[in-house]
C-alpha cells in the first residue's frame, strides 16, 4: 500500500457566509496526476489554493477540517507556510512571469530560500520545462517579451527551480494556443516521474490524456473521485456523466 | 489588494510565536514600517495641533467678521474675504478655459477622430499632446514663478490689484481642473454619447447636455482640488496683489488675502500678539482648505476617480 | 433664399458645432500658451542680464547694492543643500510608508491615512513655514546649542569638538525638514500608487514560490513599481526646488555658502521672493539678474517634469512592459 502524498479529510471552506467546499474527503497518491474537473464556480481554484495556503490573501476565508501533506496538516499550528510553499509549486491560470529577466525570474526562488549552484538550478529548470533551447542565449531579456507559450512554461521552470515534491497548475493552459498547450500537457506526462501533480482542468479529453485519477466537484462537493479512465467510461452520477458529455462546459 | 489584511488577521497573526526566522523578520520590517507611518503623519498632527492651540485663543466671531486695523488689532474679515474674492474670479477665469480645453481634447480631438479628414486628425493629434504636455509642464512650475510673471505680465497692466492675483491665480489652476476633466470625461461610458448621437445630437450637444452632465462630479472635484491648492498660496500674491485693510471689489483695487496675511505676521517679528493672530489666520486658512479638499475627495469618491496626495 | 433657410445656416446644428468646436480649440491653445507666454517673458526679462553679465552671473558673490555683483551660485548652492538634504530625508521614509501602504497596512487603515496624506499635501506651504518659524527653529536652537559636535578640521587633519552655542536654529536643517515634511505626501502618494498597480498575481506567485511577505514586498513589488517610485523622486525634486514659503522664512536668507548642515543659506526661490518686488522699480540689471534666476528655477523644474515622464517609460519598457 503506498502512502497517500494528499489527504483531504472532511474539508469545509468559506469565503465569509458562502459555503464553497462541502466536506471533501479524498487522497491522492505520489507520483500522480490528479485531475479536478467541474463547471465554473464549483470551487477547484479554491481547493489548490488551499493545499499551499494561497487562500490566507483572501481576508474572508476561513475552514474546518484538514489537508494533510506528507502526513503533515497545511493548516498545522506548527507549520511553516513559508517552507510548505516552498515544496508545492504553483502555476497559474494566466502567465505571470515576474516583470524581471528570463534568469531572475527562474532565479527568483531558489536565491530566496539561499540556494547554492543558482545557474545550474536555472538550467536544469529551463530544461525540464523544455525551455532551455529557446531562451537559453538570452537569458537576460525581459520575460514578458517571450511568447505566452513560453510564458507559462516559464512560470513553471520558476516553480520547478525550488524543487517542489508536489505541483498544483490551475488550468495552465487556459489561455494558450493549441501547440503550446500540447507541450504543456508533454513536459506534465514527463514531470510526473519524479511530481505529484494536481491540474485543475475544464477540458475532458485534456484529462483523459494525461491524469491517472480524477475529481469531480459540483458546487463545492466531491461527486465522484477515482481512475479517470473508470470515471470517463462509466460515471457513476448524472452529474458526472452530464459534464463529460459537455452539457456543463 | 496587495498582500495587507484585515485589522482581526493582522493581530491574530501576532498573538503566535513566529514560526521561523522570516516570518520573524516579516514582523520586524511591519514593526519597521508602521513606525515609519506614523513618524510621517506625526507631523500632521503637531503642526494642526500647534496651530489650533495657539490660533483658537483669538479665534472669535469678531476676529472673523471685522477688518484688520493695523496689523495688530481688529479681525482679519479683508484677508478672508479677499481670499474668497481672488478665488472666486480665478476659478471664473480659468473653469471655462479648462473645461472648454479638456472637452475639445477628450470630445473632439480625441473621440471623434474617425469620421474627420486626415490632416484634421493629425493636428488633433498633436493639440491633445501639446495640451496634455504643457499642463504637465505647468503643474511642476514653480508658484513663485507665476507670481514673478504676474508681476510682469498682469501688474504691468492692471497695477498690484484684485484681478493681477486672481488672474495669476488662474494659471495655477489650469494642471488640475484641465487633467482631472479630461478623465471625468473620459470615464463617461460611449453608450451614453452614442445614445444621444443615434437621437440626432451634433458632437457640440452630444458633449454638453450629456457628457457634461455625467461628468459633472468629477470635474467638481478637480475645481475644488484646484481651489484647495491656490487659496492657500502666498508666492503667487506676492507681487500681484499689493496689501488692504478692507476688502473692496474693485477690480483695480490692493486686496489682502489670508495666506499674504500670515506672511506677512511671519515677517512682523516675534512678538506674542503677532505670533497669536498668524496662528488664528492660519486656523480659518487650513479650515477652508480641508473643508474643501474633504468635500473633493468625498466628490471624487461618487465617480470612482481617484484623488491623490500632493494634485495631479 | 427664405428667411428660414438663412436661419438654419446661421444657427442650424451644424454651424453650432463649428463655432463650439472651433470656440473649444481656441480655449486648448490658450492654455497650452500660458507655458510659452511665461518662458517667454521669464527669458526675455533674463535675457539683458546674460547678455551684459554673462559669466559674471555665475560668480559666488549676490551684492546688487555696494557693489553690484551678481552672482548667483550662492543660491544654487543653498538650494542644492536644502533640497539635497530634505530628499535624503523625505526619499527613503517615503518609500518605506508607501510600502506599508500598500502592503502592510490593515485593510480599514488605508483611507484614513490616505486621508490624512491628501490634508497634510493640502496645508499651505506658508502654514509650514510658520510652524516652522516658531517651533521648529526655536527646538533645533535649543536642542543643539548645548551641544559640541565633531567637525573635520583641515587644519590639523583631525576631527575637533565644536561648540554649537551660537547655533540660532535657523538654516538647511530647519528648511530641509520642513521640506522634507511636505514632500513626503507626494512621494507617499505617488510611489503608492504605482505599488498598487502591481497585479496581485504577482504577489501570488512570489508567495507561492515560498517568499516571505517581506521578500515579496521588497523584491516583487518595490522592484516592479520602481519607475513609479522614480518618478516619485523626480517629481518631489522639482517641487523641492521650487518650493518658496515654508523655506523663505527659515533659511536665515544668509548669502555665505553653507559649508554644513547648521549654517544659514538662501536659496532660488528665496531670492525671488525676497528681493524682485524691489528690483522692478527701477533696478532694471537687478530686476533682470533675478530673472535669470527664474529662469534657472523654470528650466530645472521643466526638466524634472520631462525626466520623470521618461523615467516612467524607459522602466515599462526595460521590464517589457510596454
Ligand atoms: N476571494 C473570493 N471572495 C469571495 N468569493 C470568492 C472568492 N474567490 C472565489 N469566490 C467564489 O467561490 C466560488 C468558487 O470559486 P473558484 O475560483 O474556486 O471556482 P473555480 O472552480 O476555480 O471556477 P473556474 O473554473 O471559473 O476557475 C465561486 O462562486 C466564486 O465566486
Ligand atoms: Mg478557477
Redesign the interface.
Known amino acids: 500500500m503506498v502512502e497517500a502524498k494528499i489527504q483531504v479529510n472532511d474539508l469545509n471552506a468559506w469565503y465569509g457566509d458562502f459555503h464553497v467546499l462541502k466536506s471533501l474527503n479524498f487522497e491522492i497518491l505520489p507520483n500522480t496526476v490528479t485531475a479536478i474537473m467541474g463547471p465554473s464556480g464549483c470551487g477547484k481554484t479554491t481547493f489548490i489554493r488551499i493545499l499551499n495556503r494561497l487562500c490566507d490573501m483572501v481576508p474572508e476565508f476561513h475552514h474546518t477540517g484538514e489537508i494533510l501533506i506528507d502526513g503533515q496538516d497545511v493548516f498545522g499550528a506548527d507549520i511553516d507556510v513559508y517552507e510548505l510553499r516552498k515544496g508545492i509549486g504553483f502555476v497559474f491560470q494566466k502567465p505571470n512571469p515576474f516583470p524581471m529577466s528570463i534568469y531572475d525570474n527562474v532565479a527568483y526562488g531558489p536565491k530566496t530560500h539561499g540556494m547554492k549552484d543558482i545557474n545550474e538550478i536555472v538550467q536544469r529548470s529551463l530544461e525540464q520545462s523544455a525551455l532551455w533551447d529557446e531562451v537559453g542565449h538570452r537569458l537576460d531579456e525581459p520575460a514578458l517579451k517571450l511568447s505566452g507559450g513560453q510564458q507559462q512554461r516559464l512560470c513553471l521552470a520558476r516553480a520547478l527551480a525550488v524543487n517542489p515534491g508536489i505541483i498544483l497548475m490551475d488550468e495552465p493552459v487556459a489561455f494558450l494556443d493549441p501547440i503550446s498547450a500540447q507541450k504543456i500537457e508533454e513536459l506534465i506526462m514527463t514531470l510526473k516521474r519524479d511530481y505529484t501533480i494536481v491540474l485543475v482542468t475544464h477540458n475532458v479529453q485534456q484529462a483523459l490524456r494525461v491524469s491517472d485519477s480524477a475529481a469531480f466537484l459540483y458546487l463545492g462537493e466531491l461527486i465522484e473521485y477515482g481512475r479517470t479512465s473508470l470515471i470517463a467510461e462509466t460515471p457513476k452520477d448524472p452529474r458526472t456523466e452530464a459534464f463529460l458529455t459537455g452539457r456543463f462546459g | 489588494?496587495?498582500?495587507?489584511?484585515?485589522?482581526t488577521?493582522?493581530l491574530r497573526s501576532w498573538f503566535?510565536l513566529p514560526?521561523?526566522r522570516?516570518?520573524f523578520?516579516?514582523r520586524l520590517?511591519?514593526v519597521?514600517?508602521?513606525v515609519?507611518?506614523v513618524?510621517?503623519?506625526l507631523?500632521?498632527f503637531?503642526?494642526?495641533f500647534?496651530?489650533v492651540a495657539n490660533g483658537w485663543i483669538l479665534l472669535n466671531p469678531a476676529f472673523i467678521l471685522t477688518n484688520m486695523v493695523g496689523f495688530a488689532e481688529g479681525g482679519i474679515r479683508n484677508a478672508i474675504v479677499g481670499s474668497i474674492e481672488l478665488v472666486a474670479i480665478a476659478s471664473m477665469v480659468a473653469i471655462?478655459?479648462?473645461v472648454?480645453?479638456a472637452?475639445?481634447?477628450t470630445e473632439?480631438a480625441q473621440r471623434g477622430r474617425r469620421r474627420a479628414r486626415r490632416w484634421v486628425q493629425e493636428l488633433n493629434k498633436w493639440?491633445i499632446r501639446?495640451?496634455e504636455f504643457?499642463?504637465?509642464?505647468?503643474?511642476?512650475?514653480?508658484?513663485?514663478?507665476?507670481?514673478?510673471?504676474g508681476?510682469?505680465?498682469f501688474v504691468a497692466v492692471f497695477g498690484r490689484s484684485l484681478i493681477a492675483g486672481a488672474l495669476t491665480l488662474a494659471?495655477m489652476m489650469?494642471p488640475t481642473i484641465?487633467r482631472t476633466t479630461q478623465e471625468s470625461l473620459r470615464a463617461v461610458p460611449l453608450s451614453l454619447r452614442e445614445a444621444s448621437l443615434a437621437l440626432g445630437a451634433?458632437?457640440?450637444?452630444t458633449?454638453?447636455r450629456v457628457v457634461l452632465r455625467a461628468a459633472l462630479a468629477g470635474i467638481i472635484t478637480g475645481i475644488l482640488l484646484a481651489i484647495?491648492?491656490v487659496?492657500?498660496?502666498?508666492?503667487p500674491l506676492?507681487?500681484t496683489t499689493g496689501f488692504n485693510f478692507d476688502a473692496p471689489w474693485g477690480f483695480l483695487d490692493a486686496i489682502a488675502s489670508l495666506?499674504f496675511t500670515?506672511?506677512l505676521?511671519?515677517l512682523q517679528g516675534?512678538t506674542e500678539i503677532i505670533?497669536l493672530r498668524?496662528?488664528s489666520t492660519?486656523i480659518v486658512?487650513?479650515g477652508i482648505?480641508?473643508v474643501v479638499?474633504?468635500i473633493a475627495?468625498w466628490a471624487s469618491k461618487k465617480v470612482g476617480l481617484?484623488?491623490?496626495?500632493?494634485?495631479v | 433664399m427664405s428667411q428660414r433657410n438663412w436661419r438654419k445656416i446661421l444657427f442650424g446644428a451644424s454651424t453650432r458645432d463649428l463655432v463650439g468646436r472651433t470656440l473649444l480649440l481656441v480655449f486648448a491653445i490658450i492654455t497650452s500658451f500660458v507655458i510659452v507666454l511665461i518662458f517667454s517673458q521669464v527669458w526675455a526679462r533674463a535675457f539683458p542680464a546674460i547678455i551684459i553679465l554673462g559669466p559674471e552671473l555665475l560668480g559666488p558673490v549676490w551684492d546688487p547694492t555696494v557693489t553690484e555683483q551678481y552672482g548667483i551660485l550662492v543660491f544654487i548652492a543653498g538650494t542644492l543643500w536644502v533640497t539635497g538634504l530634505s530628499l535624503l530625508i523625505a526619499i527613503p521614509i517615503g518609500i518605506a510608508g508607501s510600502l506599508f501602504l500598500a502592503e502592510y497596512c490593515p485593510h480599514r487603515l488605508k483611507e484614513p491615512l490616505r486621508l490624512i496624506l491628501i490634508l497634510m499635501a493640502g496645508i499651505p506651504s506658508i502654514v509650514y513655514g510658520l510652524w516652522a518659524l516658531y517651533t521648529l527653529v526655536p527646538f533645533l536652537r535649543d536642542l543643539i546649542s548645548p551641544l559640541y559636535i565633531p567637525v573635520w578640521d583641515s587644519l590639523t587633519n583631525s576631527f575637533v569638538w565644536i561648540s554649537m552655542e551660537w547655533y540660532s536654529g535657523y538654516g538647511v536643517l530647519p528648511a530641509a525638514i520642513v521640506l522634507a515634511i511636505m514632500l513626503l505626501p507626494t512621494i507617499v502618494a505617488v510611489s503608492y500608487d504605482s505599488m498598487v498597480m502591481v497585479p496581485d498575481t504577482l504577489r501570488e506567485a512570489s508567495y507561492a514560490l515560498g517568499a516571505s511577505r517581506t521578500e515579496t514586498s521588497i523584491k516583487v513589488v518595490l522592484m516592479t513599481a520602481l519607475p513609479g517610485v522614480g518618478a516619485a523622486v523626480l517629481l518631489s525634486l522639482g517641487r523641492a526646488v521650487g518650493e518658496t514659503m515654508a523655506v523663505l522664512l527659515v533659511t536665515g536668507n544668509n548669502t555665505t555658502f553653507p559649508r554644513w548642515i547648521f549654517d544659514q543659506s538662501y536659496v532660488l526661490t528665496s531670492v525671488i521672493a525676497n528681493q524682485l518686488g524691489l528690483a522692478v522699480g527701477g533696478y532694471p540689471l537687478m530686476e533682470s539678474a533675478l530673472f535669470v534666476v527664474a529662469l534657472v528655477l523654470l528650466l530645472l523644474s521643466m526638466f524634472f517634469s520631462i525626466t520623470a515622464k521618461m523615467v516612467v517609460s524607459w522602466g515599462m519598457r526595460k521590464q517589457g512592459l510596454r
Do not use: Q
Not at chain 2, 1 to 7: P, Y
Not at chain 2, 202 to 205: D, E, G, L, V
Not at chain 2, 306 to 311: C, E, F, L, S, T
Open positions: 489588494m496587495g498582500t495587507s489584511k484585515s485589522i488577521r493582522e503566535r514560526k521561523s522570516r516570518e523578520l516579516d520590517t511591519f519597521f514600517l508602521a515609519i507611518a513618524i510621517i503623519t507631523p500632521f503637531a503642526i494642526v500647534e496651530v471655462p478655459l479648462c472648454g480645453a472637452i475639445y481634447t473632439y493639440v501639446i495640451v504643457t499642463a504637465d509642464v505647468l503643474a511642476g512650475v514653480p508658484s513663485i514663478i507665476f507670481g514673478a510673471f508681476l510682469i505680465f494659471l489650469i484641465l451634433t458632437t457640440w450637444s458633449s454638453w484647495g491648492r487659496i492657500g498660496e502666498t508666492a506676492l507681487f495666506p500670515i506672511y505676521y511671519a516675534h505670533r498668524a496662528y492660519a486658512l487650513i482648505v480641508f479638499d474633504v475627495v481617484v484623488v491623490r496626495a500632493g494634485g
